[in-house]
């Protein structure tokens, strides 16, 4: 349910149903048992359901369906931060994208966007403008906006600096919830991922869709732009990955 690489390269996260968050070390030597070298990180009562890496390999962010997120020692597997605030299933993460960030936001299933300082593990801001399930919260390139995308069918910008939600992204003949989604390098674009096997892509300043992509033949599950802003690639419940350029 959760994945995510090291910022090295070296290690790559992940965790699930097991509730915890286990830490795998990279190689390219084929005879070297990888599995052994596992290392559990986090322990939640409920479903891992994201973790990332902070600007370091040393501590990963975990969010749950225990309605906390939780931020961790890498090599020790102690808990340095809890977060809560929320008062259902955590389903989403996403950290503050400039190096000295330390602040990140979460969303989940008590329709509540919030914005945490890593340090003091508190809730510095909070949106409640969606009708039901966060799925996915990504920050702006600029790290002064969030967008996040809802089982409504929705998705929604909220700027940091104004203290509100400044634009929703939607369709009457939008009917099916938003699963993931992301950002163009520049900031303009917006990409969803939705449960009706479709990706929309919407202008940011406008508000309006700018293009409509088909090819997934079930849900589209995740969705992340690449590092260089040349391409995006989707997973999907038709056991898939789609890239788009």
Known sequence: MACAYAPSGCAVA?????????VYPLSLDKNENLAAKKKSV???????????????????LTSSGDGTCALWDVESGQL????????????????????TGNTFVS???????????????????????HESDINS?????????????????TCRLYDLRADREVAIYSKESIIFGVSSVDFSLS???????????TINVWDVLKGTRVSILFGHENRVSTL?????????????????????A
Request: aromatic share 12%; with cysteine; glycine share 10%.
């Open 14 to 22: 992940c965790g699930g149903l097991d509730n915890k968050c286990s």
């Open 42 to 60: 986090a322990m939640h009562t409920n479903y891992l359901s994201a973790c990332s890496f902070t600007n370091s390999d040393m501590q990963i």
């Open 80 to 99: 340095l931060q809890s977060f809560h605030g929320h008062a259902a299933d955590v389903l989403c993460l996403d950290l503050a994208p400039s190096e």
């Open 107 to 129: 969303g989940g299933c008590d329709k509540k966007a919030n914005v945490w300082d890593m340090r003091s593990g508190q809730c510095i801001q909070s949106f409640e403008t």
């Open 137 to 153: 919260v990504r920050y702006y390139p600029s790290g002064d906006a969030f967008a996040s995308g809802s089982d409504d069918a």
């Open 187 to 197: 900031g303009r674009l917006l990409f969803g991922g939705y449960n009706d096997y």
């Open 224 to 244: 992340r732009v690449s590092p260089d802003g040349t391409a995006f690639c989707t997973g999907s419940w038709d056991h898939t990955l789609r890239i788009w």
